[in-house]
């Protein structure tokens, strides 16, 4: 496989897991030196090119069955290395987790039919998780109409993830409703969910990309989905919701970039083996019959590494259908418990 943006926080993550793993992998990004540095540590190949320069991107993509996209943020990314991907006949994997980036490669599904290739965004804790959890239900109710998916997660924030969340505040949210978007404000209705150590508040979340793979995955209509974030980004989300036009304001957003300019580029590996994530799934018919489940793992960007390795594991032994597909559609819901730290419980 090849993976793009390998020295990002996100990617050096993934090449480190990959190596371990002994998984044939190829790092690629932009910028030479520091793929230098961390192929020469890895004992990795490595590749340089531009999104912008396709000669250049099919000559790396050759002889690779697979391009991970690990350079977010993805509204920025996505579409050219897709586009590479499909002119070179590679599965394309991503570790996106909003809707406009799913959404975006969902419509080249006919294009990837065609060409024998696989298009699997969010196989990191972007919606792997949540996805698994929401098929897992979907089985125990096959006739439910009402999903609720929610998360909550103890580390830190990386500056990509924190870019990536004012990119949704500047640019609005989606619920799902009777099967399709409809718009509908950041934190427009807040709920107490018991993750397993005790209820937290949890604000509802309109960029979940889970309004796009749980209702592709499930067929379910209406999906609320959920997160339980940091106070200053609560008051952020709660804030757009009644006064927009001043959270979405250049002078507000460039002051909010150079805030997240200045933080740690992502958590530290205390953090990291410290923090643990949450996921809860609730699912309902129309008789009023419920059934509830969580999920557990290790914190969410350790979770990302070892959930796209095992993807990108599992396309390359030929677990993939052509065009789009979430990864539990795929895979099925008991994928993610081979992973350590990983359980889950129906409650």
Do not use: C
């Not at 050759?62 to 991907?85: D, M, Q």
């Amino acid at each position: 496989m090849l993976l793009y943006g390998a020295s990002g926080f996100m990617g050096e993550l993934i090449a480190r897991e990959a190596a371990r793993q002994g998984l044939p992998v190829t790092l690629a990004g932009r910028t030479e030196a520091s793929l230098a540095v961390l192929g020469t540590e890895l004992g990795l190949p490595y590749r340089v090119f531009a999104l912008d320069n396709p000669d250049a991107a099919q000559q790396a993509l050759g002889g690779h069955r697979i391009l991970i996209n690990a350079s977010g943020p993805f509204h920025v990314t996505a579409a050219p290395l897709l586009r590479h991907a499909l002119n070179a006949g590679v599965h394309y994997l991503d570790l996106a987790g909003e809707v406009e980036d799913f959404v975006a490669v969902q419509a080249r599904d006919a294009e990837a039919v065609a060409r024998g290739v696989r298009l699997m965004p969010g196989v990191g804790f972007g919606v792997f998780p949540t996805d698994s959890l929401a098929v897992f239900l979907h089985g125990l109710l096959p006739d439910a109409v009402r999903l609720t998916l929610a998360f909550e997660t103890q580390g830190g924030v990386s500056q990509e993830t924190a870019q990536t969340v004012l990119y949704g505040l500047a640019h609005g949210g989606v619920a799902r409703r009777g099967g399709a978007l409809r718009p509908v404000p950041a934190a427009w209705k807040r709920r107490r969910i018991e993750f397993g150590s005790g209820p937290r508040t949890a604000l509802f979340n309109p960029w979940r990309a889970d309004l796009i793979s749980a209702y592709a995955s499930t067929g379910i209509a209406d999906i609320d989905t959920y997160s339980v974030v940091p106070q200053p980004l609560a008051s952020l989300m709660r804030l757009d919701a009644v006064w927009p036009a001043l959270v979405r304001s250049q002078a507000v957003q460039r002051l909010l970039q150079r805030q997240v300019a200045t933080q740690a580029r992502g958590p530290s590996a205390s953090e990291r083996a410290a923090g643990r994530t949450a996921v809860y799934g609730e699912i309902e018919n129309l008789e009023g019959q419920r059934v509830a489940a969580r999920l557990f793992g290790p914190e969410a960007y350790r979770f990302s590494a070892q959930s796209a390795v095992l993807a990108a594991r599992l396309v390359l032994q030929g677990q993939h259908r052509p065009g789009y597909r979430t990864p539990a559609e795929v895979f099925g819901p008991d994928a993610l418990l081979s992973l350590p730290d990983v359980r889950r419980e129906q409650v």
